[in-house]
């Protein structure tokens, strides 16, 4: 049996939302705030905490409407793992397709939240990673999956 800690185990779920631009497939990559407690200043897949008793879908898309003022259309999962952030704890991170509803011109982004966002294309994301020093992580693996996934023949929709 595992030791007893003052953590609870939280649940996130992120979006991959994509889109294409002059037929270029392209993921939607917000940068975190440098005053956030948890991985401050790192280019991410955007999403959050589901509330306990909260259906994962609902919470995501209350989540990307919080933080970026936008709807989403939410696709199937493709992804699940685990991460410590220090802070909260263990946390089981579930990743959807997804699209934006409404025209991207409106995202608005709010400080506290996010400086910054890019559309990245697959072929940019090591160059983004590697000058923003964001070592390799499960969600730059899972990212560099759904583009896999968003290949011709495989993404079921």
């Known amino acids: 049996m595992g030791k007893i800690t003052d953590y609870q ?6 979006a991959f939302l994509w ?9 939607f990559m917000p940068r975190r705030a440098k005053t956030k407690a948890a991985f401050p200043g790192l280019f991410e897949l955007p999403g959050g905490h589901i509330e306990v008793g909260e259906d994962v879908v609902a919470g995501l898309k209350r989540e990307i409407r919080e933080e970026l003022e936008m709807e989403i259309e ?10 410590s952030s220090g802070k909260f704890g263990p946390s089981i991170e579930v990743v959807y397709f997804a699209k934006f509803v409404g025209d991207i011109q409106n995202i608005k982004l ?9 559309w990245v294309a697959e072929d940019e994301l090591s160059r983004i990673y590697a000058e923003n ?3 390799s992580d499960n969600e730059m693996m ?16």
């Open 9 to 14: 185990r939280v649940v996130v779920a992120c």
């Open 19 to 27: 889109a294409e631009f002059d037929g270029v497939k392209k993921v």
């Open 74 to 83: 939410v696709g199937e999962p493709f992804a699940v793992f685990t991460y």
């Open 110 to 118: 709010h400080p506290e939240d996010h400086s910054e966002y890019l």
């Open 133 to 135: 020093k964001q070592a």
């Open 142 to 157: 899972v990212v560099e999956n759904g583009f896999k996934k968003l290949r011709p023949g495989q993404l079921k929709n």
